[in-house]
Nanobody
Framework: QVQLVESGGGLVQAGGSLRLSCAAS????????MAWFRQAPGKEREFVAR????????YYTDSVKGRFTISRDNTKDTTYLQMNTLKPEDTAVYYC?????????????????WGQGTQVTVSS
């Protein structure tokens, strides 16, 4: 099992930047594919980005390509989401996820472990 704790959320103006962090503890961090999801009020939780165990492969939802960057530091058991050129539609609670269970990489059901989430609010 792994425990996940997100940080770095906040209020930012449109066009600004934030960097989210997700610190993991428990089992070997480097054995996990890591992902970020987000959930806006009244909407379903949606995939944002994921990164392979060694960091060599990254994947993004179309709406954040070119603006967000997922990365990881396996020496610090931490994954990051650098978010640039933020838009009001990026406003959501952002969650990191781990423990891919063989399901859909792009669905919340594909992951067993979740953090508590961190709020990102982008004002226009």
């Amino acid at each position: 099992q792994v425990q996940l704790v997100e940080s770095g959320g906040g209020l930012v103006q449109a066009g600004g930047s934030l960097r989210l962090s997700c610190a993991a503890s428990g089992r070997t961090f480097s054995s996990y594919t890591m992902a970020w999801f987000r959930q806006a009020p009244g909407k379903e939780r949606e995939f944002v980005a994921r990164i392979s165990r060694n960091g060599g492969n990254t994947y993004y939802t179309d709406s954040v390509k070119g603006r967000f960057t997922i990365s990881r530091d396996n020496t610090k058991d931490t994954t990051y989401l650098q978010m640039n050129t933020l838009k009001p539609e990026d406003t959501a609670v952002y969650y990191c996820a781990a423990g891919y269970n063989g399901g859909d990489y792009y669905s919340p059901s594909g992951y067993n472990y979740w953090g508590q989430g961190t709020q990102v609010t982008v004002s226009s």
